[in-house]
């Protein structure tokens, strides 16, 4: 699909959506759910802005996704002056929905209006690395204006519902056709990779326990260790290299299927630190989904509802003997689980909620 890049002609929107990724960096949960609430509502995807010296002079220029869904970069140097940037040049001040994924938009509401405010919490951001100190003053401040509070796992959605009158809990969903088809070419940077190949896809960075991984690699010489995404706030420098393990880089969304049906076991090497404290990896049922056994750290989520149907491991060694030997009677606990399970039933019961507050 092409993507057109257009001066804002004075479009009116339902919905804005302040986000603290890009729209076309890895295909997650924001991009899961706005494109499906974006079927009734037309949507302005704000993201951070870059520094730049048009210092909030230069054109108001908008990626059309697609009919309903918008994405604006701010050419401003700090997120504190978006809020004054749109309200001078949107044809509207009021709408109705303001969904935010990060607490560092907050200053916006002083500019703009909302009938209602939504705070989807799909990570606890002030616990990652390189956290601004005001993070969480900024999420209080986003808590009290909050009409409602969806998170993104069970761990998140107890620690928010202590600070929120109207938390709901709805952990990372799946497209169970988009990764259930393994009638796939090989992607060719997999074709010269020896089987058998443990994989891991989504984004390398200071989540994943590279020195877990360093040692089970050394331990496993037989088996290929290939990890598929960008990386995030650590450097190549910061990689373990070893004869077999295996960096593709990022892959797009579509091209995610291909690389996950050659995988012969699925692994979540996460580290167990601040930043996976309250994480819920969508990529569980992502996995589950094309039918791979999977090994994973011992992540709070994880082990709370995954923990019979997943490999779990703590060291080096559990892990190399998990590789060794992987379960097999998975398959019918996979589906109990994932029929249980879509975005698209996740995003309607979302907007179902939203309805009810918005009467």
Known sequence: MEITVQPYSGEEYDMIVFCHLRWDFVYQRPQHLISRLAKDRKILVVEEPVQTKLNGKGSFEIRKISSNIHVFQPPV??????????????????????????????????????????????DELSLFRGAPKQLIDQENQLLQAADAVFTGGKSLYESKSQKHHNVFCFPSSVDLDHFSNTDLEKPEDMRNIPSPIVGYYGVIDERIDLDLLHKTAIMSPEFSFV????????????????????????????????????????????????????????????????SKPIISTKIKDVVRDYSDCIMLVENAEEFHHAVQNPHSQFQKRYHEILEKTSWDTTAAKMSSILEKILI
């Open 77 to 122: 140097n700090s997120i504190e002056e978006i809020g004054p940037y749109l309200r001078k040049r949107l044809s509207s001040k009021s709408f109705e929905i303001g969904w935010f994924y990060s607490p560092a938009f907050v200053s916006v509401l002083e500019h703009l209006d909302f009938d209602t405010v939504v705070y989807d919490c799909m």
């Open 227 to 290: 990890m598929v995404g960008p990386l995030c706030k650590i450097s190549e420098a910061d990689l373990p290299r070893t004869n077999n393990i295996f960096y593709l880089g990022m892959k797009s969304y579509e091209e995610l299927p291909a690389y996950l049906s050659y995988f012969d076991i699925a692994m979540m090497p996460f580290a167990l630190n601040d930043a996976t404290k309250f994480i819920s990896p969508t990529k569980t049922l992502e996995y589950m989904a094309a």
